[in-house]
């Protein structure tokens, strides 16, 4: 199995924090040892509380199979939809119509990256509540929790990556609801890698900075709790995370070069998800 494909290999410029080394080693899944949910309380939850705040979801228009969508847990604002929003309005559009992704008209719509979705939302009570806590206690940092639905029927999320393989990019997950026809795929040399995770209360690691993506072949519901997770304690073989200092450093980074990016455009940057108008200035702390 190679992961080392071109389309894998995507520079994380001021934001590294991966080394060639790590990268070529880290495994694409890892179970997380001592890591057991009670899947009856969280699936109670899920039925009782999340399920009454309505899911958003997102469809591609270029392939209406591209479906996905859910509820954030913790995310900037403390919205429930806040980490689901279309990227549509992200774009500059040239004159043949073509159009490119502008991290600045992201910012002024209210995008944050994944360091700064860490405020609870009002679905985060009860067990849910104690099952983050829980991650945290673990040392894995959990940022932009949220509970994710595949629907039944072939759908899926696209072929993506979430971030440079230069970055450390891993994701907790924990399947509530799930079908066998449900596979998580990455798109590895010489052939596509796919695994189907069961829901039997345990979470797994994934790695997300390569090309990947997660079907839904099934007729029935595929719910996750995921989260994106730095293993801090070296819980996972493979997994280990030793710069913790760089998720503030590389936040704060960010976030005051976007700003001083808008000022010199004279953009505001949007509060949709919050009447708190200061909260995209927030700094990062750990």
Known sequence: ????????????????DFTEEQHRSLPLL?????LLVDLEKLNWHLENVVKKEPALYITRDEDRKMRYGGWSVTSVSGHVHDGWQSTSGWKTIDADGNGTYSDLLAFQAGYRPRWF???KTPICTGYLNEVVDMITDMGFYPKSIRIWDN?????HIGQHTDGPSE????????PIVTNPDCVHTWYTAPEPTSLHIPADGRGHLFRT???HDTF???STQRFHLIAEVWDTKGLVPGFKYDTISAIRKNANNW??????KAMAQKLVPSTNFTPDSTYSLRMVEY
Do not use: W
Request: proline share 6%.
């Open 1 to 16: 199995m190679i992961v080392d494909s071109e389309y894998n290999r995507v520079k994380g410029g001021d934001f590294s």
């Open 30 to 34: 890892a179970e997380v040892p001592g």
């Open 117 to 119: 979705s860490t405020k």
């Open 151 to 155: 629907p039944p029927g072939g759908y």
């Open 167 to 174: 970055v450390y990019c891993v994701r907790l997950h924990i």
């Open 209 to 211: 900075n390569i090309s």
């Open 216 to 218: 839904n072949h099934g």
């Open 255 to 260: 976030l005051l070069n976007q700003t001083r």
